[in-house]
């Protein structure tokens, strides 16, 4: 008897993997963006137009928020160049002094876009950028922290068969902090043990 091959046609064995081509959104927008900068990556030959269009297709996760702090740290030194982010750039209260910035993104939060402005810096979206710098040139790409999100602090770590520890240190989903709740058997020595 035969045993079946593996249906190449249909994909191989890696099914699912794909990159997304188009955003699942309906944003009008974000769709013409798409199909420009696909255009420019593929007339111009451009492989930062490509990281672009790629990321302008990722899911919401994947387009994590950056703060204004972090641009302002990602920048020093790179005066005359535009900061790129595929996502939004937020407000930080603890940072005291904004200093001149370009930054293009996908949206900004009205605090964050009023001070970049204060500062005397500007703020531009992607459609602007393509006309400035189709290839990117003077451009630094920035991304926010994917694993920044609160969901994350809930999640173990990886295990294997030798790791006992992947729940170690991980949150817990519970009601309240308060001395009722998950606090006693397994959380001290006096009653039962402690981890």
Known sequence: WVTMGIDLIAGGRRVGHNVRKTPTSQNVYLKLLVKLY???ARRAESKF???????????RLNKAPISLSRVARYMKGKDGKVAVI?????NDARLIEVPKLTVCALRFTADARARIVKAGGECITFDQLALRSPKGSNTVLLRGAKNAREAVSHFGHKTSVNNPHTHDGVKPY???KGRKFEKARGRR???GFKV
């Open 49 to 59: 137009a490509g990281v672009i269009a790629k990321r302008l297709c990722s899911s």
């Open 86 to 90: 595929v996502g939004a750039v937020t």
């Open 174 to 176: 519970v009601r309240a």
């Open 38 to 40: 696909t255009f420019l």
């Open 189 to 191: 020595r006096s009653t």
